[in-house]
């Protein structure tokens, strides 16, 4: 399922990019790992790099694990024609400058700048994701690793939100664990990931609608652009999934997900926090939600 329909005056924006369940570019995405060769890159700041195996798939990008000579590994996001949203990625990940939290951008290069037509962003390699961890653990996380997970994700958002953009695509598989380069806390680390699906804090820009189980009720109903509170009502949704081990729309119908989560926030979302049992979590996701009406209203939360 793609997820409810959507509506409002606001038109979903769809993606044009990479799209690996079409055949042609599953395709060509196994004869880009078949190759020997390294990228045909237009920097001399990294050393060759040979494209081994998949990491996952977005959107807008499929991201590929990447090798060079002396092993050294690196993560290489590939779209396999021009693409506005990876350099949207790109920028913001200059901008991040590898901040706390995000992942360094080592290389982008446009389609048409070399590269055999490919669209690339080359990243440090990260630790595996939330959900991976997530779903080794027995499919619920106790509450000192809930709470971790709180307070990584939250002060992730509020360094994207002070930048300027909404994330739109919060969950488990868009955290990371660090990386090489995070040294022995690593495995403590979270980093968040995946910024193809952002938008400019008070723009006007059509939202970007990203997983169906945790997008907020207002990307659903398309009315408004996403901002700020719509973040922080994803990560409310997150936390649930992570403490709880699901959420009360994870199995219904695609078309009925967006009414679900109107009556789950009812009353100050208690009817959703019923199955987290840490009172002290139930806290935050208690002023997570409260903070949603406050960031539609300009107010910035941390």
Partial sequence: SRGPTLMGRYAPARGKGLNTRDAASAAAIRRLLSTRAPLA???????PIRLTSRLGEGRFGDVLRGESDDGESFAVKVALRPNSRLRLEADILRSLGGAAGFPRLLHHQRAGDGGDG??????ELLGRPLQS???AAGRRFDAPTTRSVCRSARACLAR??????????LKPGNLLRGGARHGAG???RLLLVDFGMATRLGGAEAPQ???????SVAAHEAARPTG???????LAYVLVHLAAGQLPWEDAPAADVHAMKRRALQGGGEALIGGVEDEAMRTEI??????????DKGVGVS
């Avoid at 890159?41 to 050393?47: F, I, K, N, R, Y």
């Avoid at 490919?118 to 990243?123: A, F, I, P, R, T």
């Avoid at 609608?209 to 997008?215: D, F, N, Q």
């Avoid at 208690?286 to 960031?295: E, N």
């Fill in 118 to 123: 490919l669209e690339l962003l080359v990243m």
């Fill in 228 to 234: 700020a509170g719509d973040d922080f009502e994803s």
């Fill in 133 to 135: 961890e997530w779903e």
């Fill in 209 to 215: 609608v990203g997983s169906s189980l945790y997008a």
């Fill in 186 to 188: 690593a495995s403590e």
């Fill in 41 to 47: 890159l237009d920097t001399a700041s990294l050393p």
């Fill in 160 to 169: 994207l939100h002070a930048l300027g953009y909404a994330h739109n695509d």
């Fill in 286 to 295: 208690r002023g997570l939600l409260a903070s949603v009406p406050k960031c």
